[in-house]
């Protein structure tokens, strides 16, 4: 880091204060996630079950399919968020390096990715095309600090994190990461 770099801190809270095995994140994250959701809730319901203002191919998409495909989607979202969170926050790591087993092997932001998965499977589920509209914000909210913690991981472990960043995409499993 050159002098002219300013040094990012990432933000930790409560319990996880002080552990030296998590690089942090984005001090908006939790709140944003929190105004997310309640807007995205209060918009799907509202459009779903009462304006019915954007659901019209909820008429052209039998439920034989909306239920399955939606059902799909929210346990896999489940399964991504869960499992990265788990092995992220269970156990302090007494070694700090980058973790790259169970689900990180797939995904770098599952946990990220598990919470897009969500609002997208509750957007099938009724078909509202301003749920999917706010579904593109959040995906935009997620990169904005996906991409902030990017900075704060490869601060911390270096080289170990921009070999792992080459072999691991960063939101959709199966997918090759961009060459930096």
Same mark, same amino acid.
């Given at each position: 880091?050159?002098?002219?770099?300013?040094?990012?801190?990432? /933000?930790?809270?409560? #319990?996880? *204060?002080?552990?030296?095995?998590?690089?942090?994140?984005?001090?908006?994250?939790?709140?944003?996630?929190?105004?997310?959701?309640?807007? /995205?809730?209060?918009?799907?319901?509202?459009?779903?079950?009462? &304006? *019915?203002?954007?659901?019209?191919?909820?008429?052209?998409?039998?439920?034989?399919?909306?239920?399955?495909?939606?059902?799909?989607?929210?346990?896999?979202?489940?399964?991504?968020?869960?499992?990265?969170?788990?092995?992220?926050?269970?156990?302090?790591?007494?070694?700090?390096?980058?973790?790259?087993?169970?689900?990180?092997?797939?995904?770098?932001?599952?946990?990220?990715? =598990?919470? !897009?998965? &969500?609002?997208?499977?509750?957007?099938?589920?009724?078909?509202?095309?301003?749920?999917? =509209?706010?579904?593109?914000? !959040?995906?935009?909210?997620?990169?904005?600090?996906?991409?902030?913690?990017?900075?704060?991981?490869?601060?911390?472990?270096?080289?170990?994190?921009?070999?792992?960043?080459?072999?691991?995409? *960063?939101?959709?499993?199966? &997918?090759?990461?961009? #060459?930096?």
């Amino acid at each position: 880091m050159n002098e002219n770099e300013e040094k990012i801190q990432g /933000f930790t809270r409560g #319990k996880h *204060k002080g552990r030296k095995d998590l690089a942090g994140e984005h001090k908006f994250t939790d709140i944003g996630q929190l105004i997310l959701l309640f807007v /995205f809730i209060v918009v799907h319901v509202i459009d779903s079950f009462f &304006l *019915k203002f954007s659901t019209f191919l909820a008429d052209y998409i039998p439920i034989y399919v909306t239920i399955p495909l939606g059902a799909i989607i929210l346990i896999i979202s489940g399964v991504f968020a869960f499992a990265g969170l788990r092995k992220v926050f269970k156990e302090e790591r007494e070694k700090p390096g980058v973790i790259t087993s169970g689900a990180f092997a797939y995904c770098r932001y599952q946990v990220y990715f =598990g919470s !897009i998965l &969500l609002f997208m499977g509750l957007s099938i589920l009724s078909w509202s095309l301003l749920a999917f =509209g706010l579904c593109v914000i !959040i995906i935009v909210f997620y990169e904005y600090v996906a991409t902030f913690e990017e900075k704060l991981l490869v601060e911390q472990f270096g080289q170990e994190y921009r070999d792992y960043q080459k072999k691991v995409p *960063k939101w959709i499993p199966g &997918l090759k990461s961009i #060459k930096r």
